[in-house]
Nanobody, 124 residues
């Protein structure tokens, strides 16, 4: 029954910044969860943007590396985005994998079972 809710989406000018947030409902064990952020456009496969492990290990896709930063704290995850470009336009989703294996990379949506509803980001 754990739920994730994204917020912070909207329209932003090219080169602008935006921060997305994802909050988990009560009962979410933040200390034992991998956070992931994904994005999807119509007709495209869901793309991993970033992830962060329980011990703070961060991963980024090549397309956003250096522009996006993922963080976590207190049953929340944020995705800070800067230097936004039109190709960043997508529906963004946060997701969590509960009880991940230690020292394991979860770089595919396949491994995440808990998802938010998504928030639209439009860059123009």
């Amino acid at each position: 029954d754990v739920q994730l809710v994204e917020s912070g989406g909207g329209s932003v000018q090219i080169g602008g910044s935006l921060t997305l947030a994802c909050a988990a409902s009560r009962g979410f064990d933040d200390a034992d969860a991998e956070w992931g952020w994904f994005r999807q456009t119509p007709g495209a496969q869901c793309e991993m943007v970033a992830s962060i492990s329980p011990d703070g290990k961060e991963y980024y896709s090549d397309s956003v590396k250096g522009r996006f930063t993922i963080s976590r704290d207190n049953a929340k995850s944020t995705l800070q985005m800067s230097g936004l470009q039109p190709e960043d336009t997508a529906m963004y989703y946060c997701a969590a994998r509960i009880n991940p294996f230690s020292n394991t990379e979860y770089l595919s949506s396949f491994y995440y079972s808990t998802w938010g509803q998504g928030t639209q980001v439009t860059v123009s």
